[in-house]
């Protein structure tokens, strides 16, 4: 007991060197913030689209659908199947992972063209067309394959040939 009256002193000192730590801590500066340069993954686009889906519910993932593409005047896509919009994002990813992450795909057709066959799914709003014509033949094959295949078993892909050159992606039965 006969160095007690140390105690207070050290105590006192290891209180000090604490204040001074914390004032240290607080002084740092704030981290500067360098973006990376942007890599485009299209898997972890797909990610995040996948994601977003949810808490977006329908009209959000709708609004999606019409913000990543452009829409030829005239196209009708109000009264869209919700399963439509998620096909629809699909689809632009295939776009994405094709063409890169700036391309912006346009949609030529919904439920508005008077040409289409009488029984097509353009009228029960469970079909809609994509611009492909002005693409290389490469990147439209690339683009059908990977659609075909992404969304086997839930929609029919259609690369529809000739003049009114397009893709026609459609919602089965
Ligand atoms: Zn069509």
């Given amino acids: 007991m006969k ?70 005047p005239g196209v009708y896509l109000e009264s869209l199947e919700p399963v439509m919009d998620s096909i629809g994002l699909e689809i632009v990813n295939v776009f994405h992972s094709v063409m890169g992450f700036d391309y912006v795909p346009v949609i030529t057709s919904g439920n508005d063209w008077p040409y289409h066959a009488r029984m097509s799914k353009h009228y029960q709003n469970k079909a809609i067309d994509f611009r492909i014509k002005f693409l290389l033949n490469e990147e439209k094959k690339s683009i059908v394959e990977l659609a075909t295949k992404k969304l086997e078993g839930r929609a029919r892909v259609i690369w529809e040939k000739g003049s009114m050159e397009h893709l026609h992606v459609e919602l089965l039965d």
């Fill in 3 to 72: 160095y007690l009256y140390l105690l207070a002193p050290i105590l006192a000192f290891f209180a000090i060197l604490a204040v001074y730590f914390l004032i240290q801590t607080n002084r740092r500066p704030v981290p500067h913030y360098e973006p990376e340069e942007f890599v485009f993954d299209a898997e972890e686009y797909l990610r995040q689209l996948q994601r977003e889906h949810k808490p977006l519910g329908k009209s959000g993932v709708h609004r999606l659908l019409l913000k990543r593409t452009r829409q030829k």
